[in-house]
């Protein structure tokens, strides 16, 4: 589903847009990995930075 969510933002849904239709089709705990969630609004250098890891680089 991470991959699915990833998809519609590149299709020009925002994060939260993208993270509602999938738990509206799939169910209402998926996507439940909060720094997930996390990094698709933020993106993944300040995602990692939020939980405390090295930043991709």
Not at 22 to 35: C, K
Not at 37 to 45: I, K
Request: proline share 5%.
């Amino acid at each position: 589903m991470e991959a699915l969510a990833r998809m519609l933002i590149e299709r020009g849904l925002s994060a939260g847009e993208a993270v509602a239709l999938v738990r509206e089709r799939r169910s209402p705990a998926a996507l439940g990995n909060e720094a997930f969630t996390s990094y698709l609004s933020v993106g993944l250098g300040v995602a990692a930075l939020l939980v405390g890891l090295d930043p991709p680089g």
